[in-house]
């Protein structure tokens, strides 16, 4: 008797399941170019690029120099007293050590940078996704660069065209 009721309760979810998906109307966009339509997007790139590229060439700057008095030190070692030789690569060491602290916090800025500036943008895209599907009386909308295969309704014009409605005027 369980197994009858068991049955049939899982005969009516899948049948509710089967006739909720054949009432969903699917579309997608293509995030990509969404996003690179944006000039916040393009503006948050640019200067997230700037910011990396000129801590890098700190940290780079850092490193010859580094390289540099190892070779130095390596040159001159064998002159040293074993104090002064410990002291100086204990120095060097320390050095590199702090490098790679600026390095790791270089990439922990950058992630804080990002979402600083992505953040915005993306609670902004799907806001505009969620006025265009309602629009559109659409209940899914997929990302086309996710899926296999992407035929049908394709709001990405006019996802476009309601995020450069909210675009940050400056």
């Known amino acids: ?3 009858l009721i068991v049955g ?3 005969m009516l979810t899948l049948g509710a399941t089967n006739v909720s998906a054949q009432n969903a109307k699917i579309a997608h966009i ?3 170019v969404v996003t690179d339509s944006l000039p916040s997007k393009l503006k948050a790139d640019k ?3 700037a910011y990396i590229q ?3 060439t700190v940290l780079q700057e850092a490193e010859a120099k580094l390289r540099k008095d190892v070779e130095i030190h390596m040159a001159d070692a ?3 007293s074993p104090t002064i030789r410990q002291m100086r690569e204990e120095k060097l060491s320390q050095r590199q050590n702090d490098l790679q602290l600026k390095s790791q916090q270089l990439q922990q800025d950058v992630q804080t ?14 806001k505009a996704v969620e006025t265009v599907a309602k629009k559109n009386n659409v209940t899914y909308v997929l990302d086309q660069g996710q899926t296999l295969y992407a035929a049908g309704l394709d709001l990405t014009k006019e996802v476009t065209a309601e995020m450069l409605k909210s675009e940050p005027v400056k």
């Open 78 to 80: 064998e002159n040293l």
């Open 113 to 126: 940078l990002s979402a600083r500036y992505y953040n915005p943008i993306e609670a902004r895209l799907t």
């Open 1 to 3: 008797m369980k197994k």
């Open 47 to 49: 200067e997230i690029a």
């Open 30 to 32: 293509d995030y990509l």
């Open 8 to 10: 049939i309760v899982a």
């Open 54 to 56: 000129e801590e890098q």
